[in-house]
């Protein structure tokens, strides 16, 4: 059939029809496709002619375009033909579900299944439209509510029916997606849903019916999978956020990049720079692991799918809805082996005494404690598994801290840090791995009011592959006997109790999840040394647990700390010791200790001249004694081993600068940016270059976008301003310090 010269499609069971049932049936079908938008019919088809009765230019009649001629901002998706897409092309997820069995009820349970619909969210972005209007959500609802954004829904007065919303980012939203650009906020361009897509090209939606994409799976599967789909690039399009000028009516201030920091860790392969090697892994390798499907999806593969619970950290929604299943699956994965806690050194200083001893590790050394010692216990948690920062995205309203513990034999709690109050709130002591949003007016924005937000007073993470380290002081009893029990737990809460009882308008109790732990017992008077037993293939060897003491001392920048630290670890292990060599050269290169660092990497570039590490280090100490071929020649090498490895890239676009080769340092920063769009170094270099060249249009466009991207001066004092008024928190916000522990209340 066919309708001013364009094929329309057969409509779902019109086929066994007679000829004038099918008429009156076609016509009604296409009746109830028009959508009335203030007494206006609006096709369900953009018309490319350019009609005034098309959908887009209907929606167009009463659209508030409050940030610009792209009617999606200000977050940054967009659509392959520009405009608006109709509801009704998005299909229902349910309908997915008719043959994608298993698929569709883990995606029910899922964050993605209840993006937009869960209370947490509703509520913040209730907040969010009721403070700065509905069109301000077009900067959430690109990632968390897609159809509504190119409805057109998100606008003052809108007619748009909202038959999606309960579907928050549904199956038809994510495998319509035909590109992404590294932006985040929905950075990337969604293409008008189909379920068939021919070899010609031709988009097939309306009116297909299960029997013709089981009679077509190949047009099926271009409809629906692409390359794309399994890689990071496609998850970071909302797995990085920030706040834009339009949002705050200040600037941009970057929230969270989980997609940047796995394209530079390790598990990447695209970066020497990490202190640990490992295997590739994706987004998709690790979030959506093959499990059974009993109710037989036909996309199954002897017996399995790949998972679409997409299990990661968030327990709230499960629980909130009373699924065990998904509960179950995020509590596992957070529990398996994705950190690791250690009781790992012990600075002793005797009543009295002026000297302190350092005891490391703990359970090698043999050592002495008495009653009125003070003790500091040094407890490592390490990053081991997680591709990205953790805790990721918004610290802000998450808790992630550290418990830790001292009692004796009987189970009497001596000290205590990090422990969950009666009033359901967590002790504002904790070590805890956080970010505190400060707001215009120096007040503390605990709601997650993004677009109040000024400045972060603290940003607390661990990257991916790297260490931190938490020191806890106190006094062993005097009098004491027996044994001290040393337990260091540490823990995941989704939400702070804060916003939670915000959310939900009530006190709840939400699940805490022990990620790893640890105890030591040390005994009043002589301890002697533990063995290490070679038989225990779990547990972590001495050479690694120096290494991540090294790594976290040098992150908390104690550089001759992590020195002594990486030494020990050269003399543990032979396969791992030019890497703890190079380890050790950056801790010098950071105290200026150019000599001493350039011997050591001469040496691991001889016994080994492909050590991109180690030649990318050798480079930064051949810049400052002005070698630049050498520099020069050195990064060209790892950029041959590792072409997008940002920090070798920024290094040659620097040398190129120097050496007045503009067209080569364009170059250099223009690929930063095809990793990172929003990279502030490269944006600042090119404004420079373009100087250089007299492109002035050039420069001011990149100054502009500097200006936006880099940190406010002003703010700093702001947060300061803020710590001083809660010392509770300003702890946190140093790189070295120590918790002073109290007996615990009544004991």
Not at 693 to 706: M, P, V, Y
Request: proline content about 5%; aromatic content about 10%.
């Amino acid at each position: 059939m066919f309708f001013r010269g364009k094929k329309v499609l057969p409509v779902a069971g019109l086929g066994n029809m007679r000829p004038m049932a099918r008429l009156t049936s076609l016509i009604l079908v296409g009746l109830a496709a028009l959508v009335f938008i203030k007494g206006w019919p609006v096709n369900a088809n953009p018309d490319s002619a350019g009609d005034q009765n098309t959908y887009a230019s209907e929606i167009a009649r009463t659209y508030d375009f409050k940030f610009g001629p792209n009617p999606f901002a200000p977050g940054n998706a967009s659509t392959t033909t520009g405009t608006f897409i109709p509801g009704d092309m998005f299909v229902a997820s349910k309908r997915c579900g008719q043959c994608h069995t298993d698929a569709h009820a883990q995606w029910r349970q899922s964050a993605h299944g209840n993006a937009f619909r869960e209370p947490f969210y509703q509520k913040n972005v209730k907040d969010l439209q009721s403070q700065k209007g509905i069109e301000f959500t077009r900067h959430c609802e690109s990632c968390h509510n897609p159809a509504a954004l190119f409805a057109g829904a998100l606008t003052k007065n809108s007619h748009v029916k909202r038959p999606f919303d309960d579907d928050g980012v549904s199956c038809i939203a994510c495998h319509s997606i035909q590109s992404a650009n590294g932006r985040g906020i929905g950075g990337y361009v969604m293409g008008e849903p189909a379920l068939l897509v021919k070899e010609d090209g031709t988009r097939m939606l309306a009116g297909v019916t299960d029997q013709q994409v089981l009679d077509d799976i190949p047009s099926h599967r271009r409809a629906m999978m692409r390359p794309l789909l399994k890689t990071p690039e496609f998850c970071g399009a909302c797995h990085k956020s920030q706040v834009p000028h339009e949002l705050n009516d200040y600037k941009f201030l970057r929230a969270f990049m989980v997609s940047d920091e796995l394209q530079q860790s390790s598990f990447s392969k695209e970066s020497p720079h990490p202190f640990y090697v490992r295997d590739k892994e994706t987004c998709n390798s690790c979030h959506m692991k093959r499990e059974p499907a009993p109710l037989f999806d036909v996309s199954a593969k002897q017996g399995t799918l790949v998972s679409h619970r997409w299990a990661a950290s968030n327990t709230a929604i499960p629980t909130f809805y009373k699924w065990a299943q998904q509960l179950d699956a995020v509590t596992k994965f957070l529990e398996d082996d994705k950190l690791g806690v250690d009781v790992f050194a012990i600075r002793r200083k005797p009543a009295g005494a002026s000297a302190e001893e350092f005891i490391a590790p703990v359970n090698r050394s043999s050592f002495k404690i008495a009653g009125g010692d003070r003790l500091t216990a040094e407890v490592v948690i390490t990053n081991k598994n997680i591709g990205h920062s953790f805790p990721p995205e918004l610290r802000d309203f998450y808790e992630a801290f550290v418990e830790f513990m001292v009692s004796d034999d009987a189970g009497k709690m001596l000290y205590r840090s990090g422990f969950i109050k009666p009033d359901g709130y967590l002790d504002e002591s904790a070590h805890n791995y956080k970010t505190y949003l400060v707001k215009a007016d120096g007040t503390y924005n605990d709601k997650h009011h993004i677009w109040r937000t000024r400045v972060f007073a603290q940003n607390n993470q661990i990257n991916s592959g790297r260490s931190d380290v938490a020191r806890y002081q106190f006094i062993v009893p005097s009098g004491a006997s027996g044994a001290l029990h040393l337990t260091a737990r540490v823990r995941y809460r989704r939400f702070t109790r804060v916003f939670s009882d915000y959310a939900l308008g009530k006190s709840a109790d939400y699940p805490i999840v022990t990620m790893a732990a640890t105890e030591y017992v040390m005994r009043i008077g002589n301890n002697s040394a533990w063995p290490a037993n070679p038989n225990d293939k779990t547990a972590v060897p001495d050479w690694r647990r120096w290494n991540n003491y090294g790594i976290a001392l040098f992150d908390q920048r104690q550089y001759p700390l992590a020195i002594d630290a990486f030494t020990r670890t050269a003399e543990l292990d032979e396969k791992y010791r030019s890497m703890a060599q190079v380890n050790r050269a950056m801790a010098h290169i950071e105290l200026e200790q150019y000599d001493e660092a350039a011997n050591i990497l001469a040496a691991v570039v001889k016994a080994n001249p492909t050590n991109m590490r180690a030649l990318f280090q050798q480079a930064r100490i051949f810049m400052k004694r002005g070698q630049l071929d050498q520099a020069e020649s050195n990064i060209r090498q790892v950029l041959a081993a590792f072409p997008r490895d940002r920090i070798s890239l920024q290094q040659l676009g620097e040398l190129c600068k120097i050496k007045r080769d503009y067209q080569g340092a364009l170059e250099c920063f223009g690929k930063i940016l095809q990793i990172d769009p929003e990279d502030q170094g490269a944006h600042y270099n090119l404004m420079l270059v373009y100087r250089k060249l007299g492109r002035t249009e050039d420069a001011k466009r990149e100054g502009k976008i500097f200006a936006d991207l880099k940190d406010d001066p002003g703010a700093l004092s702001l947060a300061n301003q803020f710590l001083r008024k809660h010392p509770e928190m300003s702890n946190e916000s140093v790189y070295w310090h120590i918790h002073d522990l109290s007996r615990t209340p009544g004991e």
